[in-house]
């Protein structure tokens, strides 16, 4: 399939590690990916804080882009952040819901010559993986199936809430997904009390203590359940899951150490690329006991 | 009549014992609520469970439990829509609400939390100076405007969920912060400014929100605590450029400008400008305690001393002109899907005001008074 993609801002940042491991993945899964690469920032949050329609009209942009590229055979856009997927579809919610505020957005981005048309299909990576390549498909190209490995899935909120703009129900369990995937891939799924709760980043220049304390404590639930490592489709949630993972545990007072791998780096291990390849040796907490077990299948990374 | 297995957890605080689940089973329709299932298991099983409600009809607000795990009123969850989302066992799971103490077993203690909260925020009008002589005149627009926040029965749920609370107790929280809209957004009120001051002075005020939409997911009256919280941040930050405490308004407004500039998110400059700027006597120390966490990240080439120094990417034109026309406008554009409703809700409307329209004699309304048709 070919999709317009859309990979965020920190994924080409701080953790240029997603943007680089979803470019390794995406060919082994048959997808093209189609960078956006004139489009926006989605705003996360913070400037629909500041003006719903900076946002919204920043986000019909984004998505007017995405259909000049759906016009030309993409499939629909796709996105590798689960605050892209929740700040665009709040935007989308209020775009599509009206044609009046809709052509006023239009109007300012008519001198670009650009116009968003309602209903663009927009999503994550994960919600890709699972309704439009397949679980039985995925199952069938696992080269080293993460056998043995304890996954804790880390979803992030705004890919899990609210439900009804997500489109996340009982038919379509989107904020089931991450288990599936982690099961699919060989792995065992970990359930612990954090996996859908926030990690407390949008307010790491507010409040740190409270961000912090957020962090420390679902990485903490972690370890107590065990887990080898976490995975998440929110390079948001990884920097102040793994970024700030030794703020958080002297904020938490224990030692923490549990690795936070990308989705797709997650993907990729078990499709059987190098974990150098995916990325993995520039994680603030070297996943040791990822790269343990790649060691005995894979044969080690070598090299840090 | 159909059997459902109620687990309710049990604990009384007193007792000295930990809490405990107990399990019923109970026979009621399955369109009956879970509530009438806790109560017949009182009242047929075990007299001593402790739960606290009066109308039934989901709007006093004194119901509000968890039902498998999420928060809601147990007299607006019905009995087959909760063995839906229960777990593989098929028993529905009856807890208390979280984020307050409790008193004994599903009833917590509202007044040593929520209440406080509440009161905490000035809860009233207060109204401006000279009193009219008669009513206060205001526009329809402008209560529509907060019909909203209004909508809040005061049932806990949306405090039971806070993920900000749960690790900042403190927090004056989302039912609290939806009330102060009710009065910051009413133009009757006169102490708007100060309202949001002493918000943005409150460390755990507006700006102590992580977006994680709990509460709106919560909410059984659609009240959307969250966004109520984000038109507070909006109107301290730009109507009274409010400087809070945490560096909010700080913080937004060095969003906004670097996406302005580069287009796409420049996170090297955004931590520094969030706290003022780099040489900022704020940001001085918050970059000194990141700098062992920058050091790892350079030496692990997660960054770049390039990559974090300059700025490789410049906003294309067609960003900046969004910001000189939305940015220019008189008065902010907000489009709330609450009061509006989508073109699908309100097909037909349109048709139906003409129809009264027509069918009306000009001037004159349905009561026979001189009067709009509006």
Not at chain 2, 8 to 13: E, K, N, V
Not at chain 2, 37 to 60: P, T
Not at chain 2, 266 to 289: C, M, N, T
Not at chain 2, 335 to 352: K, P, R
Request: charged share 25%.
């Amino acid at each position: 399939m070919k999709v317009a993609y859309w990979p965020g801002c920190v994924s080409r940042g701080f953790t240029s590690e997603l943007h680089g491991s979803m470019a390794a993945v995406a060919p082994m899964l048959d997808i093209e990916l189609v960078e956006l690469d004139r489009a926006n920032c989605c705003g996360a949050g913070v400037i629909a804080e500041h003006s719903q329609e900076l946002a919204d009209t920043l986000n019909a942009r984004t998505f007017a882009l995405a259909q000049q590229e759906i016009t030309q055979g993409a499939d629909l856009m796709m996105n590798i952040c689960s605050t892209c997927q929740g700040a665009q579809s709040e935007c989308q919610q209020r775009l599509d819901a009206s044609a009046d505020y809709r052509a006023q957005v239009n109007e300012t981005l008519a001198d670009e010559g650009l116009e968003y048309q309602d209903g663009i299909i927009n999503k994550n990576f994960l919600w890709v993986l699972v309704e439009d390549i397949g679980l039985d498909k995925l199952k069938t190209l696992v080269r080293q199936p993460l056998t043995d490995l304890r996954v804790g899935p880390f979803y992030g909120c705004y890919i899990v809430r609210p439900t009804d703009r997500l489109d996340i129900n009982r038919a379509q369990p989107r904020d089931e997904y991450l288990g599936q995937v982690i099961e699919t891939l060989g792995g065992t799924v970990i359930d612990y009390a954090g996996s859908h709760k926030c990690c407390g980043f949008p307010i790491i220049t507010m409040n740190k203590a409270a961000s912090l304390e957020q962090a420390g404590r679902h990485l903490g639930d972690a370890v107590d359940a065990e887990a080898d490592c976490l995975v998440t489709p929110c390079p948001l949630c990884h920097l102040n899951l793994d970024l700030q993972q030794p703020m958080a545990a002297k904020q938490v007072g224990r030692e923490l150490n549990m690795p936070v791998l990308h989705l797709p780096q997650l993907v990729g291990l078990a499709l059987g690329i190098s974990p150098e390849d995916l990325g993995l040796q520039h994680h603030i907490v070297k996943p040791t006991s990822v790269i343990d077990w790649s060691q005995a299948v894979v044969g080690g990374v070598g090299g840090w | 009549m159909a059997e459902f297995k109620l687990k309710i957890r049990r604990f009384d605080p007193e007792s000295g014992t930990a809490p405990y689940w107990d399990e019923h089973t109970v026979d009621l329709e399955p369109h009956r609520s879970v509530l009438e299932g806790i109560l017949q298991a009182r009242n047929e099983k075990d007299g001593s469970i402790g739960v606290r409600c009066s109308c039934r009809s989901a709007i006093c607000g004194s119901c509000g439990v968890r039902v498998n795990g999420k928060p809601g009123l147990a007299c607006h969850t019905h009995l087959d829509d909760a063995l839906a989302s229960a777990g593989e066992d098929g028993v529905i799971e009856v807890e208390p609400m979280g984020n307050m103490p409790i008193i004994k077993d599903l009833i917590v203690d509202m007044d040593a939390v929520h209440w406080k909260k509440i009161q905490r925020v000035t809860p009233w009008l207060i109204g401006k100076e000279p009193v009219p002589e008669r009513e206060y005149i205001v526009s329809r627009e402008s209560m529509i405007d907060v019909t909203q926040s209004m909508a809040c029965i005061q049932c806990g749920a949306c405090v039971s969920d806070c993920l900000s609370m749960e690790v900042d107790p403190l927090f004056v929280g989302p039912a609290a912060l939806a009330k102060t809209y009710r009065f910051v957004g009413d133009p009757r009120d006169a102490a708007h400014e100060q309202r949001l001051k002493d918000l943005g002075d409150d460390k755990h005020g507006i700006y102590d929100c992580t977006h994680c939409f709990k509460c709106i997911e919560a909410c059984p009256k659609g009240v959307a605590p969250m966004n109520q919280i984000m038109r507070l941040r909006r109107i301290a930050g730009n109507d009274f450029h409010i400087k809070d405490r945490n560096n909010g308004e700080r913080h937004e407004a060095a969003f906004v400008k670097n996406i302005e500039k580069n287009g796409i998110l420049h996170e090297a400059d955004l931590l520094p400008d969030s706290y003022g700027g780099k040489f900022h006597p704020r940001a001085v120390p918050e970059l000194i305690s990141s700098l062992p966490i920058v050091m790892t990240a350079l030496l692990r080439r997660k960054m770049t001393p390039a990559k974090a120094l300059l700025h490789p990417h410049r906003a294309p034109d067609g960003v900046k002109k969004i910001y000189e026309v939305v940015e220019g406008r008189d008065q902010r554009n907000e489009f709330n899907l609450y009061i509006s409703g989508t073109d699908a809700d309100n097909e037909g409307t349109a048709e139906v005001a003409e129809a009264i329209e027509a069918a009306e004699p000009a001037g004159v309304a349905p009561d026979g008074s001189a009067g709009s048709s509006a």
